[in-house]
């Protein structure tokens, strides 16, 4: 009994390991996706309230495209019936101009797939 009962602690201690380790790996994820960001935010708020050159980023993982208020999307955009799935916003990512030919914004080239990784979890945490 007393090694059932050694052997279920272990486990749980394993088990809340792994998940600390994830939360650390997620977190490092989020950062590195943060610094990429740097290069979006010349364009794009972090603020609700308002839109810069681009729109507010807030939200934007699972949110329909061409989709906030106040912003004046390219017809491309709000007629590509798009929501910004993972997926679709490492289409985007990689190249916007490809995914969505006639999009106004500028192209944007991010082709590396750790990259792209860091900067979708960022973008989920906002």
Not at 27 to 43: L, N, R, V
Not at 104 to 113: A, L, N, S
């Amino acid at each position: 009994m007393k090694i059932k009962v050694a052997l279920m602690g272990l486990v749980a201690s394993l088990s809340f390991s792994s998940v600390a380790v994830a939360e650390d790996a997620e977190a490092m994820m989020q950062a590195a996706g943060k610094d990429i960001f740097t290069k979006c935010s010349a364009c794009h708020s972090l603020d609700t309230s308002k839109n810069a050159f681009g729109p507010s980023l807030i939200g934007v993982v699972g949110r329909e495209a061409a989709s906030l208020p106040r912003f004046a999307y390219s017809d491309a955009l709000r007629n590509s019936g798009i929501t910004w799935t993972e997926e679709n916003l490492r289409q985007w990512i990689a190249g916007n101009d490809q995914f969505v030919p006639g999009t106004r914004m500028r192209h944007v080239e991010i082709t590396d797939k750790a990259e792209q990784d860091y900067l979708i979890a960022y973008l989920k945490t906002l």
